[in-house]
Nanobody, 123 residues
Framework: EVQLAQSGGGLVQAGGSLRLSCAASGFSFDEYAIGWFRQAPGKERELVSCIDRDDGSTYYPDSVKVRFTISRDNAKNTAYLQMNSLKPEDTAVYYC????????????????WGQGTQVTVSS
């Protein structure tokens, strides 16, 4: 079965840290760029980080730059998102996604999605 299984997330105070994991199975993980997206209530889903399949190129929007770090271990078929200095505005459901077509990954071309995990940052 093709899937991305997420773990991590939860409730943390502002300034704290969380690490999300995204474990792939059923497909060739190293052939896909991986993106982390988030969706807050009433807002559109947005890309917060991504990493390319081969050379480890990464991208971060200004809203999370320096605070978030994406990584991947192709030997373990797993991607990670380390989130530091969390802010209440980071509260959202976070999704990992695999995109074999676009760089950076796009919502309309990423065909494999994780189940989502809630991240809540209290002030």
């Amino acid at each position: 079965e093709v899937q991305l299984a997420q773990s991590g997330g939860g409730l943390v105070q502002a300034g704290g840290s969380l690490r999300l994991s995204c474990a792939a199975s059923g497909f060739s993980f190293d052939e896909y760029a991986i993106g982390w997206f988030r969706q807050a209530p009433g807002k559109e889903r947005e890309l917060v980080s991504c990493i390319d399949r081969d050379d480890g190129s990464t991208y971060y929007p200004d809203s999370v730059k320096v605070r978030f770090t994406i990584s991947r271990d192709n030997a373990k078929n797993t991607a990670y998102l380390q989130m530091n200095s969390l802010k209440p505005e980071d509260t959202a459901v976070y999704y990992c996604a695999a995109d074999g077509q676009s760089w950076p990954p796009r919502i309309d071309t990423a065909r494999i999605w994780g189940q989502g995990t809630q991240v809540t940052v209290s002030s």
